[in-house]
């Protein structure tokens, strides 16, 4: 009897650590453009945390209208293993940085809202040049 249940408990752990193993996270190159992405905007993001998690102050559940603060992902690339950022909103968050030219590495980018900052000077060009960006 107590042996078959020690059985059962160290098979428990091996399929959760396996499951945590197959979680998706963001691409690698993505990873390094939120880096200085987040040094730009002077937002201090939690690189702990995988930015595709929700975790680690990543994305703030119910936060109110106009204080949106999160980074959101599409999960579901290279059979749900890689992500990509989709949306970035950072609204009212105290930000006091610059448009970051690096947003152009994130090729999946579609909308990323900063209203409610004091962000300065210009849309740098590279900015432009993101095809799947439809909202600034
Ligand atoms: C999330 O933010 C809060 C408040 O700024 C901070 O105390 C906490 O340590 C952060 N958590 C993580 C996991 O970064
Ligand atoms: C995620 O990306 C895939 C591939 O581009 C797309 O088919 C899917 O609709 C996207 N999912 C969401 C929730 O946007
Ligand atoms: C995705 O999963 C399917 C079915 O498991 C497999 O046949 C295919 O080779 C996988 N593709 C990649 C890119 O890993
Ligand atoms: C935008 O893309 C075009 C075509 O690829 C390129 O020639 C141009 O240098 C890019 N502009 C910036 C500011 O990156």
Not at 2 to 27: D, E, H, K, P
Not at 56 to 79: H, K, L, M, Q, R
């Amino acid at each position: 009897m107590f042996c078959s249940r020690l059985v059962l408990v160290s098979l428990t752990i091996v399929i959760y650590s396996v499951n945590l193993g197959c979680s998706a996270t963001l691409a690698p190159d993505e990873v390094d453009a939120l880096k200085q992405i987040g040094k730009t905007l002077g937002k201090n993001w939690n690189f702990d945390v995988d930015p595709c998690s929700e975790g680690g102050n990543w994305s703030i559940p119910n936060a109110p209208e106009g204080s949106e603060n999160a980074v959101i992902c599409n999960c579901t690339f290279v059979n749900n293993t890689i992500c990509h950022v989709v949306t970035i909103a950072l609204k009212s968050q105290s930000l006091q940085g610059t448009v970051p030219g690096e947003l152009v590495r994130l090729p999946y980018l579609q909308t990323i809202s900063l209203l409610g900052n004091r962000i300065t000077g210009p849309i740098p060009g590279e900015v432009a040049n993101i095809s799947t960006l439809s909202d600034l």
